[in-house]
């Protein structure tokens, strides 16, 4: 993806937010919350990671005959205002504070995350320069898919700091959260360049596969990459965590179960619990499903985008998923 669809899609932010805020205090409080978009876009260019909420946008775009670039960029934009008032809440819910806030309340904070997933999506799409019964579906779309990605977290939210977490259910929380999120993008993009109700659904399945298998990665690289281990730090059943727990006898669970709790305060226990898990087949087994994920993902594609040359984009993003080598250093079979 060029460097300028991420700085078209930022400078169309930056006017829309002037735009809708009422008053100079609201206007200012989005656009602090915007900071922490433009921050995830540099640090994810500087890993050459991929920025799903524009990435997939313009690819899916690219890949048929596209409407003009101002309504991509303006979609492109809803999305990724999705992605930020989700990263805004989960942040809260974690009790995480990244450092543009500054002097910002919790409150301000929570009412800056509820009023970029809330309300501004939902304007862009209003005001897409498209035929009304378009934008209509385009609408119902936007909210189904935020139904389901908060179903989904609730789903999440239940299990943490549970006793007996079941894999199954910990990994439709994962579909349900990150898988439809990117199938709603994906969706939307379909949509918007006018394919037919069939190429929409495989877009679909091809954003729910790959948002599922990109999840289960970003969960083992933080178990065993990450220094502060900040998914044991908040007590997050993952799911290498919700397997190894399934694999506990009932005379070993409530030990390990202890450890996990006060892992939540204490690094040396987290260490002690990343250890363990470490020590067993569980994450290689999340890395599988994964990759079998991703093989879903792009069958779904090539089904969408049977042309090989209008599918190079797609493929180049797909094909850019794999597994951190450190990863597998840090993990026995």
Same mark, same amino acid.
């Given at each position: ?231 044991? $730090?908040?007590? /997050?059943?993952?799911?290498?965590? &919700? %397997?190894?727990?399934?694999?506990? =006898?009932?005379?070993?669970? *409530? @030990? ?47 089904? $969408?985008?049977? /042309?090989?040359?209008?599918?190079? &984009? %797609?493929?180049?993003?797909?094909? =850019?998923?794999?597994?951190? *080598? @450190? ?7």
């Amino acid at each position: 993806m060029t460097v300028d669809h991420y700085a078209r899609v930022l400078r169309w932010l930056e006017r829309f937010i002037a735009e809708a805020a009422q008053g100079e205090p609201q206007r200012r409080l989005l656009d602090t919350a915007l900071e922490g978009l433009r921050r995830h876009i540099a640090e994810s260019r500087a890993d050459d990671v991929t920025i799903p909420s524009i990435d997939y946008l313009f690819a899916i775009c690219a890949a048929v005959q596209a409407p003009d670039l101002g309504s991509v960029t303006a979609l492109a934009g809803a999305c990724s205002l999705v992605f930020l008032g989700l990263d805004i809440l989960d942040d809260a819910a974690d009790g995480d504070r990244p450092p543009h806030w500054g002097d910002c309340s919790a409150a301000e904070i929570n009412l800056a995350g509820a009023t970029v997933l809330s309300t501004l999506p939902a304007l862009a799409v209003a005001r897409l320069d498209i035929p009304a019964d378009l934008r209509a579906a385009m609408q119902q779309t936007l909210s189904c898919g935020l139904l389901r990605m908060s179903a989904g977290q609730h789903a999440d939210l239940a299990m943490t700091d549970t006793g007996i977490v079941d894999p199954e259910r910990v990994e439709a929380s994962v579909i349900g959260k990150s898988g439809e999120q990117l199938a709603t993008y994906c969706t939307l993009a379909a949509q918007l360049v006018g394919l037919p109700q069939a190429q929409i659904a495989d877009y679909a399945e091809m954003g729910r596969h790959f948002g599922t298998a990109e999840q289960l990665l970003s969960d083992c690289h933080e178990l065993l990459c990450d220094p502060d281990m900040r998914d044991l $730090a908040h007590g /997050a059943r993952t799911l290498p965590v &919700a %397997l190894y727990l399934a694999r506990l =006898g009932n005379h070993e669970r *409530p @030990a390990f179960l202890a450890l996990l709790d006060r892992a939540r305060h204490d690094k040396t226990a987290r260490l002690e619990a990343r250890d363990r898990i470490r020590a067993t087949g569980v994450v290689r087994r999340v890395l599988v499903k994964a990759e079998l994920y991703r093989q879903h993902a792009r069958r779904a594609a090539a089904r $969408a985008c049977p /042309a090989e040359s209008p599918r190079r &984009a %797609l493929d180049h993003i797909l094909g =850019g998923f794999g597994v951190d *080598p @450190a990863m597998l250093d840090n993990t026995s079979i």
